[in-house]
């Protein structure tokens, strides 16, 4: 109820939450903004013990889906974007709301740890979508 209220918006707005935070696993949320008509996923950075040790993880490993077989990325980043892509695909979250708000763009934000995590945990997503936005800091 704390987070609705705070942005200002009602339950059905709140397609899903995830607040695990443990290594390579980081809070994210899924809403739809009907201001702006945008889809948005938020990933949020680094904040607590097990963010740190993500953030760590820095080797180059191979990203097996959506680039070039010979592109890399930092292992933590890549792991925690993994698992917000496939918590994402396993409820169904953004092809619900895809489906359900035809024309809506998708927005993702991430800071920190988040922000790295934002162009991976989004690909593979349905492509009829209207338009994508990254808004990545930090």
């Known amino acids: 109820k704390t987070i609705l209220s705070r942005a200002g918006m009602s339950p059905e707005d709140l397609i899903v939450v995830s607040f695990n935070n443990t290594i390579h696993e980081v809070p994210f949320y899924v809403a739809v903004d009907h201001e702006s008509k945008n889809i948005i996923v938020g990933v949020r950075g680094t904040q607590s013990l097990s963010d740190v040790i993500t953030d760590m993880l820095i080797a ?14 930092h292992k933590g980043m890549l792991a925690a ?8 695909r396993r409820i169904g979250a953004l092809e619900y709301a895809i489906e359900n708000w035809p024309g809506y763009g998708i927005a993702v934000c991430g800071h920190s740890l988040g922000a790295g995590e934002c162009p991976h945990s989004i ?8 338009q994508l936005t990254m808004c990545i800091i930090g």
């Open 81 to 88: 974007a993994n698992y917000v892509h496939n918590k994402m």
């Open 123 to 130: 690909l593979g997503a349905n492509n009829s979508m209207s």
């Open 60 to 73: 180059p490993a191979p990203i097996l889906w959506g680039y070039p077989d010979n592109f890399k990325a």
